[in-house]
């Protein structure tokens, strides 16, 4: 990725960039499907999850507010247990981790289960954290490349909202909610600050997406990305569109009715 971007002309890596990795991350053929759903659902899953939340809230706008009492209670049930922050697009951080800042593999811990399993602790001292990977059997732990010193092998399994490293439960640093989202500090207000704030929450989320994500790929010129390679990108960006667009209409509606 930094290869790339230094022979594209920039000093720092990007989106485009991190799409050449579906190159790379698979075996067989019969994988290649899942690896490009994965990249391409990880560009697109933070504005998806933003979407899916402004489309609740306006669901429960709608819902008459004797109904929405007796369903508070349920309501309450946080599920989303994998709402972690990522870092470097690869890494959860452990929180209170006693060797200090540690960040570990998003695509190891997908792949944990409440079984223990050998792992390694290493600081990398190209990106000057700690980071821990599991061990997969038969393959070689190569230190060398991934400039890791310091090397300690240490036992993790899964837990709810984190991982259990040596026998102590640690969690994982979640994203910052947006106050707007909270949909039970929305049932307390009147109607029309509800829908002000439910359109404040939609253009805060279209623009961090256009910014972060729809810049970079408008008049992309990576060189090493094929016309394959965009395609892909361009069906994610459509299909992102006409959810936001899908939400504009329903948001517009709402307004059109308490009018």
Not at 233 to 240: A, E, G, H, I, P
Request: glycine share 2%.
């Amino acid at each position: 990725m930094q290869t790339s971007a230094y022979l594209n002309g920039r000093s720092e890596i990007n989106l485009s960039d991190y799409l050449l990795l579906i190159h790379s991350f698979w075996n067989d053929v019969e994988c290649i499907p899942n690896v490009l759903n994965a990249f391409t659902s990880s560009i697109s899953d933070t504005v998806l999850k933003g979407l899916s939340k402004i489309d609740k809230s306006i669901r429960q706008l709608m819902t008459p507010q004797k109904q929405t009492a007796q369903q508070s209670t349920p309501s309450r049930i946080n599920s989303d247990n994998n709402d972690f922050a990522e870092y470097d697009y690869f890494y959860y951080l452990v929180e209170n981790y006693p060797a200090g800042d540690t960040y570990f593999s998003k695509w190891d811990y997908a792949a944990l289960t409440n079984q223990t399993r050998d792992g390694v602790r290493y600081y990398d001292s190209k990106r000057k954290k700690n980071i821990i990977h599991t061990l997969v059997p038969g393959r070689p732990f190569d230190a060398k490349s991934l400039n890791a010193t310091n090397l300690t092998k240490v036992n993790i399994q899964r837990c709810q909202n984190g991982a259990i490293i040596d026998g102590t439960p640690y969690a994982f640093r979640r994203k910052v909610a947006h106050p707007t989202t909270n949909s039970e500090l929305l049932q307390t207000l009147p109607v029309y600050q509800r829908v002000s704030l439910i359109q404040d929450s939609f253009k805060t989320c279209v623009e961090k997406w256009e910014k972060s994500v729809t810049a970079i790929w408008t008049d992309c010129d990576n060189i090493f990305l094929s016309s394959n390679d965009l395609a892909l990108v361009n069906k994610m960006l459509k299909d992102v569109n006409e959810q936001i667009k899908t939400i504009e209409v329903k948001l517009n509606n709402v307004v059109m009715m308490i009018k």
